[in-house]
C-alpha cells in the first residue's frame, strides 16, 4: 500500500468533534502515515501538542493569519516561550500555520505583516521549518521570506499553493515545497491542476487542510446548500484519492507520487522521519 504524509491536517477542528479518532484509524487505514496538526493561535497549542502525541502524530506551532486580528504582541513571546519548552519534543516539526491573507476582509494588513515576520524570525531562531499561508498573498509572503532568510535557504512548505508559475518557481528557489490538495480535484481550477502536473515532482507535497479544501465529490455549491444538502467535511483519509487526481495530471503511478511527495514531506520536515520509524510503536507521553 501507498504511504503517504498529510502535511497540513486540522484534526482539532470541532468539525471532528467526538468521531476524531475514528477518523484518523480509518485514514490509517488507507496508507496515511503521519499527519501535520498545525496550531492557528495560543488557545489551541496545548490542544495540537497533545493531538499529536496521543495519536502518533505531529504538530507546528504558530499564530494563523485569521486569528492576527485578535492576537495580541504578548502572544508571540507566548509562542517563543512555548517553542523553547518544547525544543527536545521530537514531534514538534515546524512553526505554523503562519502566512499572509489578503482574500478575507477587513484583516489589519501591517499587523498580519508584523506578526509573520516575527514569526519568521522565531523560525529561524528554533531551527524549525515553516507552514506559510499564502491566500492571494505570495508576493509579499516572498518578501519576507527574503528579508528573514540571513543567507540560508528555507525549509517549509507554502500550504495550498494556488500562484502563478512564476511565482511557484521563487517559492522553491527560496527552498519551499509547494503543497496541493483537494483544489487541485476541480477541472475548472486550470491553473492549478498545470501547476500540479508540470511542477518538479521534487517540489511537491501532499495535504487534505481537512476539514477544509474539500475535494470535488465532497463539495457542495451554495445552491446546493440552500437546497438542503451539507457541506462535505474533508479528512485525512480523501489523501490517497486526491493524489490519485494529482497523480493522474502527471501521468505516473499512485505508487511513484506517494513514494515521492512522503520523502519530500520528510526532506522538509526532518523531524518527521524519525516519527515515522515510531508510527508503529506506542506515542510519546505529552
Known sequence: ?????????HLDAPEFGAEMPEIRARAAEQGVAMCVIPAVAVFNF???????????????????????????????????????ARRDDPRLVAVGEIGLDYFVEGLDGPKQERFFHTQLQLARKHGLPVLIHVRRSVDKVLKHLRQTAGGRPWLGI???????????????DLGLRLGFGGAATFERALQLRRLAANLPLASIVMETDAPDIQPHWLYRTQAQRDAGEA??????????????????????????????????????????ESLMRLSERPPHPA
Not at 1 to 9: E, G, K, S, Y
Not at 158 to 172: D, K, L, P, R, Y
Open 158 to 172: 507554502a500550504h495550498a499553493f494556488n500562484g502563478s508559475e512564476q511565482q511557484a518557481q521563487a517559492c522553491i
Open 46 to 84: 496545548a490542544t495540537v501538542r497533545e493531538l499529536a502525541h496521543a495519536q502518533g502524530d505531529s504538530y507546528a506551532l504558530g499564530i494563523h493569519p485569521l486569528c492576527t486580528g485578535d492576537a495580541k504582541d504578548e502572544d508571540l513571546d507566548t509562542l517563543d516561550a512555548e517553542l523553547s
Open 231 to 272: 457541506q462535505g467535511r474533508n479528512d485525512p483519509g480523501e489523501l490517497p484519492r486526491i493524489a490519485q487526481v494529482v497523480a493522474g495530471l502527471r501521468g505516473i503511478g499512485i505508487e511513484e507520487l506517494a513514494e515521492a511527495t512522503t520523502r519530500n514531506a520528510l526532506e522538509t520536515l526532518p523531524r518527521l
Open 1 to 9: 500500500m501507498a504511504t503517504f504524509v498529510d502535511t497540513h491536517c
